[in-house]
């Protein structure tokens, strides 16, 4: 008995080897090359300030938010038309743009419930992403975990490919004047035309 059990472990733990790359593999390339809709959204929350807490914080409640539903969808808990998260990801984008826009480099009271409001609607566009491969029961776990594995390190690509981008004018007195506004309003009007695309 205790032969079989253990033998069914390693099965089991073979399965698992394999699937785990792969979908850290998809999960990071759901953010990066193929996520334009997600690679903005991480800018508007990269853009808003200097400060690199502010940009931990931020980070931290997108990323618990879009876990919670993540999983929340694919273990069947809800359930959203894929064209409606589609165009509240777009709608999501511009909002954040525009808000950086408004308050100028400080993070105000309101932003961490947009954030995490904007972070549920993400993680229904992973779920989405994730239920297109079909996944057994026994490796469904593993393929979860580095599925959102994937999409975390693909958003601190996100950030770090955003630093080094912009780090010779970091320090500038005029680097949001003459780089972050513009660059919101670019995000901006790019997350209206994703929705006007999508409607």
């Not at 008995?1 to 790359?21: E, K, Y």
């Not at 990269?46 to 539903?69: G, Y």
Request: proline share 4%; glycine share 8%; net charge positive.
């Amino acid at each position: 008995m205790h032969r079989l059990l253990f033998g069914i472990s390693l099965v089991t733990l073979a399965s698992a080897s394999g699937v785990v790359p792969e979908y850290f593999a998809t999960g990071f390339g759901h953010v990066l090359p193929d996520g334009l809709d997600h690679i903005l959204f991480i800018l508007g929350l990269f853009f808003l300030s200097r400060s690199f807490p502010v940009l931990l914080f931020q980070m931290t409640l997108f990323t618990l938010a879009h876990s919670l539903t993540l999983g929340l969808s694919l273990y069947g808990f809800i359930s959203v038309p894929g064209k409606i998260v589609e165009i509240a990801i777009a709608l999501s984008i511009s909002f954040i743009a525009i808000e950086n826009l408004i308050v100028k480099d400080r993070l105000r009271a309101w932003r961490p419930w947009v954030i995490i409001a904007f972070g549920l609607v993400h993680g229904l566009g992973f779920a989405h992403s994730f239920a297109e491969k079909p996944i057994s029961k026994d490796n469904f776990l593993p393929a979860l975990f580095s599925f959102n594995l994937g999409i975390e390190f693909g958003q601190v690509a996100v950030i770090g490919i955003a630093y080094v981008a912009v780090a010779l004018w970091w320090k500038r007195d005029w680097y949001s004047n003459v780089i972050a506004r513009p660059a919101c309003v670019a995000i901006a009007m790019i997350g209206f035309y994703m929705a006007s695309q999508r409607i």
